[in-house]
């Protein structure tokens, strides 16, 4: 089945740091990847996406690139800010139309001044 | 932005007690979708809807039941709250299909059984 796996968190970083959160999937056939975002108190938000291999995902100075050989989607920010703290969920669907998104288990990022 | 809305915010609740839980989306969407997230943030699908009365179960076996009589109104309801209920319920609804699929979440419910 489909299944994505996301680093274990909690990750802390100072500000202007760069940020890694690796995430590798499993899927049949050719799935389209995503970064949902969960900042707290709120409900999650898509952050970024990419549909197809070598495809670049960016928003808000985020960037994952879909790499097809390794299967992973990681997401990288060259300098991170506070207002950036928030969990961060990989997910995948595959083709069809009764497909359901599949999520990872997200990783808590904490960003000080 | 998304218009997908839940009520209440908070809740909390002695055991027993019949609660429902309110999603609303004025965006149009045919597909709802109901998850329980844990305190270690995972979140598990608990129901999901592609449209008027349809209805099925998520990944994440739950006490819980959901109706979907209008388009715009996916509610949740529990029967006899209990303790082991307590989390936090996420909505969500798309409008579009398969590898553009793009799910527009609500603020959440935390719930509190005592």
């Known amino acids: 089945g489909n299944s994505v796996t996301q680093m274990e968190g909690p990750v802390t970083l100072s500000e202007e740091a760069f940020l890694t959160i690796n995430c590798t999937y499993t899927a049949t056939g050719y799935p389209s990847l995503f970064w949902y975002v969960q900042y707290p108190g709120e409900g999650l938000q898509l952050l970024l996406k990419a549909t197809k291999a070598d495809d670049k995902g960016s928003n808000k100075g985020f960037e994952a690139t879909y790499r097809k050989e390794t299967t992973s989607f990681h997401l990288e920010k060259g300098s991170v800010q506070v207002s950036d703290s928030a969990v961060y969920f990989c997910a995948l669907i595959t083709q069809g139309g009764s497909e359901k998104l599949v999520f990872g288990k997200g990783t808590k990022l904490t960003v000080n001044p | 932005e998304a218009d997908i809305y839940q009520t209440p915010r908070y809740l909390v609740i002695g055991t027993g007690k019949k609660i429902t839980l309110e999603c609303s989306q004025t965006?149009?969407?045919?597909?709802m979708y109901w998850y329980q997230q844990d305190p270690g943030m995972e979140l598990h699908l608990i129901h999901y809807s592609y449209g008027v009365n349809s209805t099925e179960k998520g990944d994440l076996s739950s006490e819980s039941t959901v109706s979907r009589i209008r388009t715009e109104h996916f509610p949740l309801t529990l029967e006899s709250a209990r303790p082991s209920h307590t989390s936090q319920y996420l909505c969500?609804?798309?409008?579009?299909?398969?590898?553009?699929?793009?799910?527009?979440f609500g603020s959440g419910t935390q719930l509190s059984v005592l």
């Open positions: 969500a609804s798309s409008g579009l299909q398969g590898r553009n699929e793009k799910l527009f």
């Open positions: 965006m149009g969407h045919d597909k």
